[in-house]
């Protein structure tokens, strides 16, 4: 069992920037392909990155390259994503993924999801 938690969401204005936060608790959660997912409200919930288990790969969705990166610390069990130039249209809940096997846009039936956590962007 690994346990997501996400944090560092909050209320900014457009242009500002926000690094999220998934730390992973219980079995083995740097073993684990990682990835960050958004949803707005009416919408279905959407890819935003991915990062495999090692920190080497990493794939982003056309909406928010060159603006966001995804990394992680397995050190620490902590995935982040730092969100720059954030736009009213990144206003959503986020979540954390996490899966032994499934990578990228694949992760939507990850085994392991977080509570979500808001980011609120303003214009």
């Known amino acids: 069992q690994v346990q997501l938690v996400e944090s560092g969401g909050g209320l900014v204005q457009a242009g500002a920037s926000l690094r999220l936060s998934c730390a992973a608790s219980?079995?083995?959660?740097?073993?684990?392909?990682m990835g960050w997912f958004r949803q707005a409200p009416g919408k279905e919930r959407e890819f935003v990155a991915g990062i495999n288990w090692s920190g080497v790969n990493t794939g982003y969705a056309d909406s928010v390259k060159g603006r966001f990166t995804i990394s992680r610390d397995n050190a620490k069990n902590t995935m982040y994503l730092q969100m720059n130039s954030l736009k009213p249209d990144d206003t959503a809940v986020y979540y954390c993924?996490?899966?032994?096997?499934?990578?990228?846009?694949?992760?939507?039936?990850?085994?392991?999801w977080g509570q979500g956590t808001q980011v609120t962007v303003s214009s």
């Open positions: 219980g079995r083995s959660g740097r073993f684990y392909n």
């Open positions: 993924a996490a899966d032994s096997h499934l990578y990228g846009t694949s992760l939507k039936l990850a085994e392991y």
